[in-house]
């Protein structure tokens, strides 16, 4: 199985901040990697597909990038809204797996 | 406007069953490749099986296979999940969701709890 490993487990920052969330795979996964934001109580929405590509409707503050192993999720300019936790996901292989999730706050 | 509804979820006594739905309107059901995620309480996401959009295969995570089955019926636009010989670990939240190698349209959710 890919495991997923996402770094910080939580983050606080301030209205304004860049904010930046690493995943690693423990095996290669090219660009087959997504971005999840999930705010309490709510279903998880999707941000960022095949590692860099913006889903529709998403605000432009949110990019991804990297392949390979490492990717990256960055909020250039953080506002009050974005507070939540975000997992990576690789769609490589089954099963697919997820990071354990970043809070932030 | 494109929507999953999730249905079936409750109480159930270790070792029970239950069956979970999934009602899709809006986009091309039968032309999607369709998943179940859970999220156990206050825990990460993980991926729990996959149905293919031609039917021709599924995938199941190595902690349901076995006890788990996924289908639809492409003439209700309707995805499911029967659960079999329920553990107090499959207790979670169980989404349904789309699936093109990530997770495009999710629907709310529906709360299993497995419990004596």
């Known amino acids: 199985d890919i495991q997923m490993t996402q770094s910080p487990s939580s983050v606080s920052a301030s209205v304004g901040d860049r904010v930046t969330i690493t995943c690693r795979a423990s095996?290669?996964?090219?660009?087959?990697l997504a971005w999840y934001q999930q705010k309490p109580g709510k279903a998880p929405k999707l941000l960022i597909f095949?590692?860099?590509s913006l889903q529709r409707g998403v605000p432009s503050r949110f990019s991804g990038s990297g392949s390979g192993t490492d990717f990256t999720l960055t909020i250039s300019s953080l506002q009050p809204e974005d507070c939540a936790t975000y997992y990576c996901?690789?769609?490589?292989?089954?099963?697919?797996?997820f990071g354990q999730g970043t809070r932030l706050e | 406007e494109v929507q999953l509804l999730e249905s079936g979820g409750g109480l159930v006594q270790p070792g029970g069953s239950l069956r979970l739905s999934c009602a899709a309107s809006?986009?091309?059901?039968?032309?999607?490749?369709m998943s179940w995620v859970r999220q156990a309480p206050g825990r990460g996401l993980e991926w729990v099986s996959v149905?293919?959009?031609?039917?021709?295969?599924?995938s199941y995570a190595d902690s349901v296979k076995g006890r788990f089955t996924i289908s639809r019926d492409k003439s209700k636009n309707t995805l499911y999940l029967q659960m079999n010989s329920l553990r107090a670990e499959d207790t979670a939240v169980y989404y349904c969701?789309?699936?093109?190698?990530?997770?495009?349209?999710w629907g709310q959710g529906t709360m299993v709890t497995v419990s004596s």
């Open positions: 095996q290669g996964i090219s660009n087959w």
């Open positions: 996901q690789q769609g490589n292989s089954f099963p697919i797996t």
């Open positions: 095949a590692a860099s």
């Open positions: 969701a789309t699936y093109r190698r990530t997770f495009d349209i």
């Open positions: 149905i293919y959009s031609d039917d021709s295969g599924t």
């Open positions: 809006g986009f091309s059901f039968r032309t999607y490749a």
